[in-house]
């Protein structure tokens, strides 16, 4: 039976790219709670969060 080749794309080629933001800390361990209660990461949560308010914010 073939096995399947693993396929290891290079950092930086999977769509993602890495920044470096300030945060204030009470939102910082709103998160770290968040993170905590829900099993997912922070970084998962804050795309989540920034994926819902580029497509729900309205500039008039």
Avoid: W
């Avoid at 073939?2 to 009470?26: A, H, Y």
């Amino acid at each position: 039976m073939k096995q399947e080749p693993l396929i290891i794309k290079k950092r930086g080629e999977d769509g993602n790219k890495v920044i470096s933001v300030r945060i204030k800390e009470d939102i910082l361990a709103a998160l770290d709670k968040l993170a905590a209660e829900s099993n997912y990461s922070r970084n998962e949560l804050i795309n989540m969060i920034l994926k819902y308010g580029v497509e729900n914010t309205i500039i008039e």
